[in-house]
T-cell receptor, first 113, second 112 residues
């Protein structure tokens, strides 16, 4: 599995954009980059994923570096409800079926008024 | 729509007692199913995954076992709990042609 490096914590003010970085320098050519977030006492929630091109959905945007060794999750306007642990996870479907994703410790995002 | 149910929400068990956690999925067929554990302040550790009935893959050697007696039912068990089995247990499902994992609400297990 590709190793990832994320800041332990980040802070943001409400209504401001947030850029959450992730380094995955050992990523393989077929690994997708997944982002999940986990609110306190809840299971993780899918945010976004991509392979090479930047991706946008209603929750966030994902910017992937051209060499794919890093990516950035962008929350365009942070709200208090975005305070969570954000996980960056390289991974791909295994040949035996399933898609085993390894969650690290992620980045704790704190959002203040 | 698909839903995942996991129970109980919290559980306090003495050391040496058995464990059975159940997870069921509705609204889909032949899902991939996963059990994860999260120790306090740590990341999620994949324990077991299953791609079909009776098919279980174990990711780490441990005091736990898993079974999938029906297509949409995944059970995590232990014959004798250890203190180190305490943690937040999460079940997740994934569609056959879908990258996304959908998690249940979790079970907070305290072994005393």
């Amino acid at each position: 599995d590709a190793k990832t490096t994320q800041p332990n914590s980040m802070e943001s003010n409400e209504e401001e954009p947030v850029h959450l970085p992730c380094n995955h320098s050992t990523i393989s050519g077929t690994d997708y980059i997944h982002w999940y977030r986990q609110l306190p006492s809840q299971g993780p929630e899918y945010v976004i994923h991509g392979l090479t091109s930047n991706v946008n959905n209603r929750m966030a945007s994902l910017a992937i570096a051209e060499d794919r060794k890093s990516s950035t999750l962008i929350l365009h306007r942070a709200t208090l409800r975005d305070a969570a642990v954000y996980y960056c996870i390289p991974g791909r479907p295994s040949t035996g079926g399933g898609n085993k994703l390894t969650f690290g410790t992620g980045t704790q995002l704190k959002v203040e008024l | 729509s698909q839903t995942i149910h996991q129970w109980p929400a919290t559980l306090v068990q003495p050391v040496g007692s058995p464990l059975s956690l159940e997870c069921t999925v509705e609204g889909t067929s032949n899902p991939n199913l996963y059990w994860y554990r999260q120790a306090a302040g740590r990341g999620l550790q994949l324990l077991f995954y299953s791609v079909g009935i009776g098919q279980i893959s174990s990711e780490v050697p441990q005091n736990l076992s898993a079974s999938r007696p029906q297509d949409r039912q995944f059970i995590l068990s232990s014959k004798k709990l250890l203190l180190s089995d305490s943690g937040f247990y999460l079940c997740a499902w994934q569609g056959t042609y879908n990258e996304k994992l959908f998690f249940g609400s979790g079970t907070q297990l305290s072994v005393l």
